[in-house]
């Protein structure tokens, strides 16, 4: 399945629009990488252990967005946007949405 | 003046270490960027006649990044005083200029030379606690697009 955040993909038709497509999941850090980025927060740098996790969140969020659409019978995810947001303390929603459509 | 001698100690470490680390940082920025300058990376969101017809993919690079203590206390205290609060300008300089990096180098391993529709995201996953801020998450990502198809082993990873 294409995925992409352009509206029109070069070279190619969209034959259908099928509406939206969307994916969340909601996330929360576990004990240790709370006490790693506590100390990173005197020091200063990257958190590595929040980078993972938000980088996995995503790519679940976007498999969920993939499996709806591929349930419509789309071949093609475009003008895809993400979205991050705290819903509670120390937990992060991550929101994938998309255009479903039939590319030829 | 137990409490003063401790928060003393934090200023120190936060200054010495957030020091090192920015300047550590700052050089490899500056080191990858000429290394990926190749890459074009464009914000408009149509795509250029040249990549017609070619096969193309999401892709995307984040970091979370967080300031040291003598600076989130500078900060501070700028809250009080009103201005441009220069130690978080530099902590979001440093994070987008990453990310973006993080975008090119996955591009760059996919085999893509061109990158269309850059949409950059920022949030604060710390929100919400006594010590807010601190930490910023930035998000870019980008469709890019491939000259060479055989290239595009995983077409989906973000």
């Known amino acids: ?104 | 003046m137990y409490d003063l001698i401790v928060l003393l100690v934090l200023l120190l470490i936060g200054y010495f270490f957030g020091r090192m680390a920015e300047k550590k940082h700052y050089k490899s920025i500056i080191e990858r960027e000429k290394k990926y300058a190749k890459i074009i990376l464009i914000a408009t969101k149509y795509a250029p006649a040249e990549v017609l017809n070619q096969q193309s993919s999401l892709v995307s690079g984040s970091v979370v990044i967080s300031v040291d203590y003598f600076k989130r206390f500078l900060a501070a205290l700028r809250n009080f005083f009103g201005g441009r609060v220069t130690s978080y300008e530099s902590l979001l300089d440093r994070a987008r200029r990453e990310a973006i990096l993080r975008l090119k180098e996955e591009a760059h391993k996919k085999g893509s030379n061109m990158l269309v529709n850059l949409k950059l995201e920022t949030s604060s996953i710390s929100k919400g606690r006594k010590n807010a801020i601190g930490s910023v998450e930035i998000l870019a990502y980008a469709t890019a697009f491939y000259p060479d198809t055989k290239a595009l082993a995983q077409p989906n990873a973000v």
Not at chain 1, 48 to 62: F, P
């Open chain 1, 1 to 104: 399945m294409l995925i992409s955040n352009l509206e029109i993909i070069p070279g190619k038709r969209i034959v259908k629009h099928l509406g939206l497509v969307q994916g969340s999941t909601v996330r929360a850090k576990h004990v240790g990488r709370d006490i790693m980025a506590g100390l990173k927060n005197i020091f200063g740098g990257e958190l590595k252990g929040y980078t993972e996790l938000l980088q996995e969140s995503r790519t679940e969020a976007v498999e969920r967005m993939q499996e709806q659409a591929s349930a419509i019978g789309a071949n093609a995810v475009l003008n895809i946007r993400f979205s991050t947001s705290s819903v509670a303390q120390g937990a992060a929603e991550i929101f994938a949405y998309g255009t479903a459509v039939i590319l030829e």
